[in-house]
């Protein structure tokens, strides 16, 4: 269990009943109205605030509304909603019913139906509470109104009928001897079920257009689009959707992908809380997911990574986070200055797609797997290293391999001062670029490509634990390809 440090603070509030009003279809509402205060956090304080609020056994359908006075951007307040069987203890997410963080005003949940980004489900008698996240707050601090209405009685609401469930789990044919072979995919994007605009839908089309194999799909700190994509009819057989989850806390971001049904990792992480950090961590593996740490320059509030530049535990750490920019050069940075410890940690690429002008596959993961296309493979691949990133899906391509056919992932057992030949590549540049080779944090060699690309051919001399890992740039310094490293293990040395 994480520790309690992340406990946020229970406002009391005796609501204040406005009249009761008949409604056609024989539903009844009631609703309750309170105004209260919100001091600026400080910088250890907690950053959530709990409401309750009673449910009487007959309610069918609660409506929240909220509001309060943006100060042009100087105040920001997160929403979501438990159940009666929320615990109240860090890590447990028993009871949650929704999250929407500050992209709605007004959300509801029913028996039948919700508002994306909730769950629907019985309506169960007993204590609620409305969960506020202080993302921004200014120093006067800020007044928040909030309305629930409560419908009871009969609905007229009805249940949408649900599309015929396929299986996500393995798309394509299954390889009998196992060789790899090459897929591309995007980790990271976002639906209405978050921030996004898209919908699962329309988003299952624009991948398959890009010409990706595989996606996750992470909404912020919800498992709302767990059942859609899993009911989701679709007549395709060349894409792979996949659950995973963006738990984003107001000190940086991480995905976790591969997560069971109606999975969902706790997000109420302090910001610069390491061991909460860590147990969050562990809460993804034991799920069977892998996290990875997203964006860690984001310039976003909250975006930035504040949990130590270890990343300890960590699969992957996405360097590269859709159009390339100086927080990428960053995050690529700390990337390597772990395995320059001795860290195989992976590097990846994602869209972080929100909607249809931010493309998928721009930047994209390419992954070498074995067998099928399927999750296990997919995460796999991931946890082993086996990726180049490339700034679209259909390239450019990468070749990075030694002379008896190590590749990208691979950890090669050599001799003291053993001479490595290597073979690299490069294919379908936009323009003429820059090819280097990096191991230990410099570039040990360079060549130049134009266009239509290039092939040379490297010997170096291996005489210490190391790694060795291929950049293709443009002239503006640019990233287009970008390879995990081919590990090198002296004999002598006991792997890790």
């Known amino acids: 269990m994480l520790k309690l440090s992340i406990a946020c603070a229970v406002v009391v509030l005796l609501f204040a009943s406005a009249s009761t009003q008949n409604l056609p279809s024989s539903t009844t509402t009631r609703a309750i109205v309170r105004t209260i205060h919100i001091d600026q956090p400080k910088p250890d304080a907690?950053?959530?605030?709990?409401?309750?609020?009673?449910?009487?056994?007959?309610?069918?359908?609660?409506?929240?509304?909220?509001?309060?006075?943006?100060?042009?951007?100087?105040?920001?307040?997160?929403?979501?909603?438990?159940?009666?069987?929320?615990?109240?203890?860090?890590?447990?997410?028993?009871?949650?019913?929704?999250?929407?963080?500050?992209?709605?005003?007004?959300?509801?949940?029913?028996?039948?139906?919700?508002?994306?980004g909730y769950i629907p489900g019985t309506i169960q008698p007993g204590t609620w509470r409305i969960i506020i996240g202080l993302y921004q707050v200014a120093p006067a601090g800020v007044d928040l109104t909030i309305k629930i209405d409560f419908e009871t009685g009969e609905t007229t609401t009805a249940k949408p009928a649900k599309a015929k469930a396929t299986s996500q789990s393995k798309i394509g044919p299954t390889s009998s001897k196992l060789t790899l072979r090459w897929v591309r995919g995007d980790l990271h994007m976002h639906t209405v079920h978050s921030d996004g605009d898209w919908t699962i839908p329309q988003l299952i089309t624009a991948a398959v257009s890009a010409g990706l194999d595989f996606i996750f799909i992470t909404d912020h700190n919800t498992n709302s689009h767990h059942a859609e994509i899993d009911n989701v009819k679709t007549d395709r057989k060349d894409l792979l959707v996949m659950r995973g989850e963006e738990v984003t806390t107001y000190g940086g971001h991480a995905n976790v992908w591969g997560l069971p049904k109606d999975g969902l990792i706790d997000f109420r992480i302090p910001p610069r809380d390491q061991a909460a950090i860590s147990q969050t961590v562990d809460q993804a593996h034991r799920s069977g997911a892998l996290i990875s740490l997203n964006h860690p320059f984001g310039v976003c509030a909250g975006c930035m990574w504040s949990y130590g530049k270890e990343?300890?535990?960590?699969?992957?750490?996405?360097?590269?986070?859709?159009?390339?920019?100086?927080?990428?050069?960053?995050?690529?940075g700390f990337w390597d200055r772990l395995l320059q410890q001795g860290r195989r940690i992976t590097a990846i690429a994602s869209s972080d797609s929100h909607r249809v002008e931010n493309p998928l596959g721009q930047a994209a993961t390419h992954l070498a797997i074995r067998g099928g296309l399927s999750q296990t493979n997919v995460l796999r691949s991931i946890r082993e290293g086996r990726a180049y990133l490339t700034s679209k899906p259909d390239g450019p391509g990468v070749t990075f391999e030694t002379r008896d056919s190590h590749s990208i992932g691979d950890v090669v057992r050599v001799r003291n001062d053993q001479v490595i030949k290597f073979k690299i590549g490069v294919s379908n540049l936009p323009s003429p670029a820059t090819i280097s080779l990096i191991s230990d944090g410099r570039v040990v060699q360079t060549f130049r490509s134009n266009a239509e690309g290039s092939s040379q051919g490297v010997e170096?001399?291996?005489s210490h634990?190391?790694?060795?890992?291929?950049?293709?740039?443009?002239?503006?310094?640019?990233?287009?390809?970008?390879?995990?490293?081919?590990?090198?293990?002296?004999?002598?040395?006991p792997e890790k």
């Open 46 to 116: 907690p950053r959530y605030i709990y409401v309750p609020f009673e449910v009487a056994s007959s309610t069918k359908r609660i409506n929240i509304s909220y509001n309060y006075d943006r100060a042009y951007g100087l105040n920001t307040l997160d929403l979501g909603l438990f159940d009666p069987r929320f615990t109240g203890k860090a890590g447990d997410m028993s009871g949650f019913r929704g999250w929407s963080a500050y992209r709605r005003s007004e959300v509801f949940v029913s028996n039948e139906i919700a508002t994306p």
């Open 311 to 332: 990343a300890e535990g960590f699969d992957a750490i996405e360097v590269w986070n859709g159009s390339w920019d100086k927080a990428d050069d960053l995050a690529v």
């Open 460 to 462: 170096l001399k291996v």
């Open 465 to 493: 634990n190391t790694y060795f890992r291929i950049e293709v740039r443009d002239d503006s310094g640019t990233m287009l390809v970008l390879t995990n490293p081919i590990y090198f293990q002296l004999q002598s040395t």
